[in-house]
């Protein structure tokens, strides 16, 4: 037999193949499993029906592999007719395509003279179902009887026994003890009717529930093909190829795809449910995506979840755990989030050149801090210190006061003087070896600088850009995804959406002094025009060429020094060593 040929497309910049023929779904159970992009996924936790997921998950394991379904499209391709209707998602169908005579007949009775059977007709004919029931045997006694006796049913059992053990002489009841004010043989004979009551009624009412259930039972084939026939293709688009996440189209929503996240003036449209925490840290930090983690609640409801959400835009200097934000669901149903966790990966090569001096300004900061924090508690315990001193001698603390120490601060002052020093040789050997440059030379040492300090941030951000992969968070989750969901630089930006504002005047800032603004136009015209003149003169400066330079010299050391020049030098010389 011909192997079956299969259309393939490029999703997601990964090959992938095609399922969008009867053919195709045909000779699905043909597919190579190396081929489909995902093995395994939970039945729960999905934007698609859990009972439609539940109808394929054939073990009832709670996760949907690839033979169930496989399995779920050879019993959809032997239903129907035509199962190019499949690609349609509806939850309709028309009578004329189901092929299994039962299931016809059942659909004919549900859609009386319509030609389309939908999921509603089914669910209206289940909600009238009725069978004649099985009567249930009215109660022996009062219902407050019966619950006074199931009350002290224990109570009076204990009493009776003890009551057996005080004739023998084992026990004596004490006098304040309850007594049940009926023998033990009516106690037993109440007991022996209540509990034949019970059996019959447990009888009876599940005589009941089986019948209805077997009433109902008619109809669940149809109304499980009528699921299947609206949501199978959807699991196939992200299952097989992932097409639903990689679709631009907003209406389309991957099974994995739990609602938005509006943060810092953004919309994360990249939100999936946290099903185990435990795998996410050791997991999603692989993605390479710089990822939320936020605690959801609806007030209204008391429904929580926790969610995971994707920045793939913006800066991150607002991001930090414990903002607040707010989640929207697919159903539009809205929870009041918090952030959790952060796992920190580039959003932008933009974003990765100020990463070194944002860490930078972050350390400088602690520093200060942690400076300022420690002296803050050393004068503090230098002061108790003093107080507690003053108390023991029993003189006041100033008097305890130390007398000035010259030479300490004069070492102090010293070695702030030197290393003043030392920063300013240095800072002047960098402004004459920056002087010396010329104007070209000057710029591109500048870039140079940026270069070095921001490069090495920008180069790795621009590796980890581009190897962003979804699948180690689907993992996470209970998914077996069996090659990679790389999220691109430019489909990434789709992910995230920014707000737009237009350019508007603030009334409430108060506009720069016409004098000051003129004058600040004024010395930014001077500045530019002695720097362009400066640069000008620099340009076409007369260049002395080397036969010149050789000249001079040749001509220097042919000149005979005169007295009065040896005494100009040895001046000069003089003045230096003064100096």
């Not at 997991?283 to 995971?308: D, E, F, H, M, R």
């Amino acid at each position: 037999m011909a192997k079956y040929k299969w259309s393939f497309a490029n999703v997601g910049g990964t090959t992938r193949v095609r399922i969008e023929t009867a053919d195709d779904l045909r000779h699905l159970g043909e597919l190579d499993k190396k081929m489909w992009t995902v093995l395994s996924c939970p039945v729960a936790g999905l934007e698609i029906s859990e009972e439609s997921l539940k109808a394929m998950d054939l073990d009832g394991d709670g996760k949907l592999r690839v033979k169930e379904v496989v399995a779920a499209a050879e019993r959809l391709c032997n239903t129907l007719k035509d199962p190019e209707t499949l690609f349609t998602q509806k939850d309709e169908i028309a009578i004329a395509n189901i092929a299994d005579e039962a299931i016809a007949e059942v659909a004919k009775k549900v859609a009386g003279d319509k030609e389309l059977v939908t999921l509603a007709d089914v669910d209206a004919a289940l909600a009238g179902v009725t069978i004649e029931e099985q009567a249930v045997p009215a109660a022996p006694l009062e219902a407050d009887v019966i619950a006074a006796y199931k009350a002290k049913q224990a109570e009076y059992a204990a009493y009776f026994e003890q009551e057996k053990l005080q004739k023998l002489g084992l026990a004596v009841i004490p006098e304040d003890t309850p007594k049940p004010g009926m023998t033990e043989k009516k106690f037993a004979e109440m007991g022996a009717q209540i509990a034949e009551w019970e059996a019959a009624k447990t009888a009876a009412e599940t005589a009941n529930a089986d019948a209805l259930a077997a009433a109902k039972a008619v109809y669940t084939p149809l109304r499980e093909l009528l699921l299947l026939h609206r949501d199978f293709y959807r699991l196939l688009r992200n299952y097989v190829t992932l097409e639903d996440f990689y679709d631009n189209n907003d209406k389309t929503i991957a099974s994995f795809e739990a609602g938005t996240l509006i943060i810092d003036q953004r919309a994360c449209k990249l939100c999936i449910r946290v099903n185990d925490p435990a795998k996410h840290d050791a997991q999603a930090p692989l993605s390479g995506i710089y990822l939320l983690y936020c605690n959801c609640i609806n007030q209204k409801t008391g429904k929580t979840l926790q969610i995971v959400a994707a920045m793939t835009q913006g800066e991150v200097k607002n991001l930090s755990i414990g903002k607040n934000a707010v989640f929207y669901d697919n159903d539009g149903l809205d929870y009041d989030a918090t952030v959790t966790k952060i796992i920190d990966n580039p959003i932008s090569i933009r974003q990765a050149f100020w990463t070194p001096y944002r860490k930078f300004g972050k350390w400088v900061e602690d520093k200060i801090n942690k400076s300022a924090a420690e002296k803050d508690a050393k004068a503090f315990d230098d002061m108790t210190a003093k107080v507690e001193t003053a108390k023991v001698d029993g003189a006041p603390a100033e008097a305890q006061k130390p007398a000035f120490d010259i030479a300490k601060f004069a070492g102090i002052f010293a070695a702030i003087g030197m290393a003043l020093g030392m920063i300013g040789t240095m800072l002047v050997s960098v402004a004459k070896g920056w002087v010396t440059l010329a104007w070209w030379q000057q710029i591109l040492v500048f870039f140079g600088i940026l270069l070095l300090i921001s490069g090495p941030s920008m180069v790795m951000a621009w590796l980890k850009l581009r190897r962003r992969n979804l699948a180690p968070v689907l993992n996470a989750n209970g998914w077996a995804v069996n090659s990679d969901a790389i999220i691109s630089v430019l489909f990434g930006r789709t992910l995230t959406e920014q707000v737009k504002f237009p350019i508007t005047k603030d009334p409430l800032r108060k506009g720069m002094n016409p004098w000051l603004s003129t004058l600040l136009v004024i010395t930014i015209a001077i500045i530019l025009g002695l720097g362009g003149w400066g640069i000008y003169k620099y340009i076409t400066r007369e260049k002395v060429s080397d036969a010149q330079i050789e000249q001079v010299t040749e001509a220097g050391e042919n000149v005979v020094p005169t007295a009065e020049a040896e005494e100009s030098v040895a001046a000069e010389a003089e003045g230096e060593v003064a100096e």
